[in-house]
């Protein structure tokens, strides 16, 4: 009888074997957590299409944000929700709006977390698009003045980051003008760069108010069937100043990290979204997977594909579970 002479399950034989040989080792060090930064006092608001993830006002947005802290997770991506919508979204570069304030109580209470802040006009405009409208049209260059303005306002408050998500052309460079003119050289641009139309930022839209009142993102978001298109945007952002470069979503599109990965060296980053989180979630809560296992299989399959960081509502819980291991 023949046997065979290499047997890989050799090296499976056991949890400390096979910990001793894994390729891939998720840890919190490379996790972002998203939070929703909302007006008024002592407000916690839990979405319900994403359970344990809330709407919170300042106050109770620093409690939680000691805890992410603590736990070990080392930075938060902050998205607003602002008192009063307009027309150009005015309110999203206001010193005084949500994302700012958070920054600044960060900042006041010495943690030592970094902050990056999300620079989009979707949650602040009335209508709920990216960008200011003519008509029922996007307008690319119209939009990118109040981008960077944004930016500086979220920068000048104190954020280490700030994360362009809008797809306009030429955003990242505007944003790094704004930015070096006014001595903060010094703040990383993390690029939405890859980001596409997908049908799996339903939560995230009930988490930020963001819906848009008519037609869709396609016409500025990435067509979900285009890969090689993902390398071009990536590359113009780097080319316009971009530190580090995301992918959103995380799941659908392993295929593009892995190719990003392959093609550049600037970090890389990817947005496990809020149907990805919800999703796993909802099957969850009536038995169908076993949540703690799949989350980490999850994480694991993005970093294996080339994520350095990954941006997950799932932060807190992979935190808890890895310190209990």
Same mark, same amino acid.
């Given at each position: 009888? !023949?046997?065979?002479? &290499?047997?890989?399950?050799?090296?499976?034989?056991? &949890?400390?074997?096979?910990?001793?040989?894994? %390729?891939?080792?998720?840890?919190?060090?490379?996790?972002?957590?998203?939070?929703?930064?909302?007006?008024?006092?002592?407000?916690?608001?839990?979405?319900?299409?994403?359970? @344990?993830?809330?709407?919170?006002?300042?106050?109770?947005?620093?409690?939680?944000?000691?805890?992410? %802290?603590?736990?070990?997770?080392?930075?938060?991506?902050?998205? @607003?929700?602002?008192?009063?919508?307009?027309? !150009? @979204?005015?309110?999203?570069?206001?010193?005084?709006?949500?994302?700012?304030?958070?920054?600044?109580?960060?900042?006041?209470?010495?943690?030592?977390?970094?902050?990056?802040?999300?620079?989009?006009?979707?949650?602040?405009?009335?209508?709920?698009?990216?960008?200011?409208?003519?008509?029922?049209?996007?307008?690319?260059?119209?939009?990118? =003045?109040?981008?960077? #303005?944004?930016?500086? *306002?979220?920068?000048?408050?104190?954020?280490?980051?700030?994360?362009?998500?809008?797809?306009?052309?030429?955003?990242? @460079?505007?944003?790094?003008?704004?930015?070096?003119?006014?001595?903060?050289?010094?703040?990383?641009?993390?690029?939405?760069? *890859?980001?596409?139309?997908?049908?799996?930022?339903?939560?995230?839209?009930?988490?930020?108010?963001?819906?848009? #009142?008519?037609?869709?993102?396609?016409?500025?978001?990435?067509?979900?069937?285009?890969?090689? =298109?993902?390398?071009?945007?990536?590359?113009?952002?780097? %080319? %316009?100043?971009?530190?580090?470069?995301?992918?959103?979503?995380?799941?659908?599109?392993?295929?593009?990290?892995?190719?990003?990965?392959?093609?550049?060296?600037?970090?890389?980053?990817?947005?496990?979204?809020?149907?990805?989180? !919800?999703?796993?979630?909802?099957?969850?809560?009536?038995?169908?997977?076993? &949540?703690?296992?799949?989350?980490?299989?999850?994480?694991?399959? +993005?970093?294996?594909?080339? *994520?350095? +960081?990954?941006?997950?509502?799932?932060?807190?819980?992979? *935190?808890?579970?890895? #310190?209990?291991?």
């Amino acid at each position: 009888m !023949s046997y065979p002479t &290499e047997r890989p399950r050799r090296l499976r034989r056991s &949890e400390a074997v096979r910990s001793l040989v894994r %390729e891939t080792r998720v840890a919190t060090n490379g996790l972002l957590y998203p939070m929703f930064i909302c007006p008024g006092a002592n407000v916690r608001q839990e979405i319900g299409s994403m359970p @344990g993830i809330s709407q919170q006002s300042v106050d109770r947005f620093l409690e939680e944000a000691r805890e992410v %802290e603590q736990l070990g997770v080392p930075g938060i991506l902050l998205f @607003g929700l602002p008192e009063t919508k307009d027309a !150009s @979204g005015s309110e999203a570069w206001s010193p005084e709006g949500p994302v700012p304030r958070a920054v600044r109580a960060v900042r006041d209470a010495g943690l030592k977390l970094i902050v990056a802040a999300d620079v989009c006009l979707c949650e602040y405009t009335d209508h709920g698009h990216c960008g200011v409208l003519k008509g029922e049209t996007v307008l690319n260059d119209g939009t990118l =003045e109040l981008l960077a #303005k944004a930016a500086l *306002a979220y920068a000048a408050a104190g954020a280490d980051i700030v994360a362009p998500s809008d797809m306009m052309d030429g955003r990242v @460079g505007a944003i790094r003008r704004i930015l070096d003119d006014n001595g903060l050289e010094d703040t990383i641009v993390l690029s939405y760069a *890859a980001k596409y139309c997908s049908g799996l930022y339903g939560p995230f839209r009930e988490a930020a108010d963001s819906a848009p #009142k008519f037609g869709d993102r396609r016409s500025y978001q990435m067509d979900p069937a285009n890969a090689r =298109e993902a390398l071009r945007e990536v590359a113009l952002d780097i %080319e %316009e100043g971009a530190d580090i470069v995301m992918v959103k979503p995380a799941m659908p599109y392993l295929d593009v990290i892995r190719r990003v990965r392959d093609e550049l060296t600037v970090p890389v980053a990817a947005y496990n979204v809020s149907g990805e989180y !919800s999703m796993v979630k909802a099957a969850a809560a009536n038995g169908w997977i076993e &949540e703690k296992r799949v989350v980490l299989e999850i994480l694991t399959g +993005i970093q294996r594909a080339g *994520a350095d +960081i990954v941006c997950t509502y799932h932060a807190k819980d992979v *935190a808890r579970w890895l #310190k209990a291991c």
